[in-house]
DNA sequence: CTGAAAGCGCTAACAC
DNA sequence: GTGTTAGCGCTTTCAG
């Protein structure tokens, strides 16, 4: 055949050379109105489409970004996704998602795969933060930066909360209320470094208030609403229950909220439970959630901005960036039952 | 500099041609044993990392699809994102993702950019099925597959449910409850077809029932908790208020649940509530809520195979799949309160 | 302001 | 089995 470049045909049809055609798609203004005009009327009438990849072949920029998380089926990373998505798009990226389901390996395929289609960069909340594919990439010099987590020392650039301090303070409102037995579901410590630094504040809250640290009170478990009900059902059937629950996300406090009910517990008359999030649904369960907000959206959008600078070659001002948390203090928390802290004061 | 082209090297090094490099990746059987593995070997030492653009460019396949959704934010739909991404994985396709927002505007310009990115297939849950940019896609070779919708006689293939019947057995629930006043919050009809289906089988089913149609008790809101919660109470406020809510999907009854408790109402006591999704929190509020569950994660595998087979040319058996919906009966919903009734019959 | 030409990294005949 | 050689569609100096 003649010719099955695309561009070649607009530029035959408006007597023009395939440079200038690539010209007016990129730099309209180096072309004359006349000749931009006649093809970009060709370029209507042909239907043309311009090529990304071919583009991003000979530019060595693909106009892509890789996210992986966890799961999109979590709200909190719905909503940070919207966030990237949103400032990506502002600037012309598409993204490829992936979905890491707190896999440290599907993680490293997810990288691979990303890294063969040549993502200008990546931004991965990741399950594991050391892991030897994110690194290589960045030394391959794809950027990475991580979300969720701030990890100050790491090698790696990120932008996240202080998951430690936000589940400390959470622990402490509790303390303060009254709580001295606080059990804690934690999700899998080993598939999210988040999980763990919860748990270190759930640990210093109550160290700092001279609280002993029981560890028939903490419970590792998948981040599953059903996980989070039996969960707090375990916690709940061994002598010396808590009054007070911390879970390390959301969709454990859910889980652990709905099977209290079902057990026909007040709350928080009978059990405080904290989530960790504030995902969409918080505001909304009876009695509502209390909760420790997260800027998701904005950690979304950060992270993107942070990428899409290192991309650009321009050394963001911060490379690990902390975004405020907040307690939402609403209805599943208060003062713990009067017998229990009689029973408490007896021992 | 001598070569760039990463392949090259990897040749050079291994003493073979490019093209038995490309063999070992695309078709390692028809390479000997040997140099199979020093070419692998190469590679490994190299760090070698394969280049889809260029592949894709020769090949004319990108090996990506574009998946379309109003907004992943919507649990519904990052259940169904994990399913197509689950198929799409296993059959080596990664995902490009844009949220529309229920914007044919933008709905359409995530399709012209994913056109551009050469996607190989796209599954869209479009705002406006009939989308100019959606022909023209499917047109141009691009195999597009709507979902959630049923579509029968749509000019574009589909997996979805049928809407109407469902919505027409949750009403037809309410009816033999016992209720007449039966109330529908619905997603803007502008901005999805399906909430306008859902409305359909609302109107089927009352006029089944020989049910009169009262316009006042119908409120079309965007898709927002807060919708819900303000829809229902503007619906309580009039005079002969319902004792039933339809709600074209869960986020709008999560809201109107919500509102509705706030008010101090007894659930279903005094007012019975319905959603459409069986999202997963939907089994978790106080009460559980009522809803008609959807496929979601099956729709997304099923929409993800039929794109796929489009792509390989496969003529797939079905071109409009429609997936079993079911009535998740729990706890918003009862028979309507006696006064009420008592009311009923006295007009 | 516009054109010519050399790639970008890989694939796919077609030979050997 | 393995190598040669055209491209795939676009960008980008470098001239003019």
Same mark, same amino acid.
């Given at each position: 055949?003649?010719?099955?470049?695309?561009?070649?045909?607009?530029?035959? @049809?408006?007597?023009?050379?395939?440079?200038?055609?690539?010209?007016?798609?990129?730099?309209?203004?180096?072309?004359s109105p006349e000749t931009r005009q006649r093809v970009l009327g060709v370029?209507?009438?042909?239907?043309?489409?311009?090529?990304?990849?071919?583009?991003?072949?000979?530019?060595?920029?693909s106009m892509t970004l890789g996210l992986i998380v966890p799961t999109i089926t979590n709200p909190i990373f719905a909503e940070s996704t919207r966030g990237v998505q949103e400032r990506a798009a502002r600037q012309g990226y598409t993204l490829l998602i992936g979905n890491s389901d707190y896999q440290a390996d599907e993680e490293a395929r997810l990288v691979r795969t990303f890294r063969q289609h040549r993502v200008d960069g990546m931004i991965v909340t990741s399950s594991h933060p050391d892991s030897p594919a994110l690194l290589e990439a960045q030394r391959a010099g794809v950027p990475v930066v991580l979300t969720y987590?701030?990890?100050?020392?790491? #090698?790696?650039?990120?932008?996240?909360v202080d998951n430690q301090a936000a589940a400390a303070e959470a622990v402490g409102y509790l303390i303060r209320l009254g709580h001295t037995r606080i059990a804690m579901l934690a999700g899998t410590f080993q598939s999210s470094d988040r999980s763990y630094a919860r748990y270190l504040g759930y640990n210093a809250a109550l160290a700092a208030h001279g609280l002993p640290r029981d560890p028939a009170l903490l419970l590792e478990v998948p981040y599953a609403p059903e996980a989070g009900a039996n969960g707090l059902l375990r916690l709940l059937d061994q002598p010396g229950p808590p009054t007070a629950l911390f879970?390390?996300?959301?969709?454990?406090?859910?889980?652990?909220?709905?099977?209290?009910?079902? !057990?026909? @517990?007040?709350?928080?008359?009978? @059990?405080s439970i904290i989530g960790f999030d504030d995902s969409p649904m918080a505001a909304l369960t009876n009695p509502r959630l209390t909760t420790v907000a997260q800027p998701a959206y904005a950690m979304g959008e950060?992270?993107?901005?942070?990428?899409?600078? @290192?991309?650009?070659?321009? #050394?963001?001002?911060?490379?690990?960036?902390?975004?405020?948390?907040?307690?939402?203090? !609403?209805?599943?928390?208060?003062?713990?039952?009067?017998?229990?802290?009689a029973t408490h004061q007896l021992t």
């Open positions: 055949m003649t010719s099955r470049q695309n561009m070649l045909r607009v530029a035959e @049809l408006a007597q023009v050379s395939i440079a200038t055609v690539s010209r007016v798609i990129n730099s309209p203004d180096k072309v370029m209507q009438q042909l239907n043309y489409t311009y090529n990304v990849l071919a583009g991003s072949l000979t530019r060595q920029r987590s701030s990890r100050l020392r790491s #090698p790696l650039p990120s932008v996240g879970c390390s996300n959301d969709i454990l406090a859910f889980g652990a909220l709905r099977a209290a009910l079902d !057990r026909g @517990l007040s709350i928080p008359g009978d @059990l950060r992270a993107c901005d942070m990428v899409l600078a @290192l991309v650009a070659g321009t #050394p963001p001002e911060t490379t690990a960036l902390v975004l405020p948390t907040s307690l939402q203090m !609403r209805e599943t928390t208060g003062a713990p039952p009067p017998h229990v802290a």
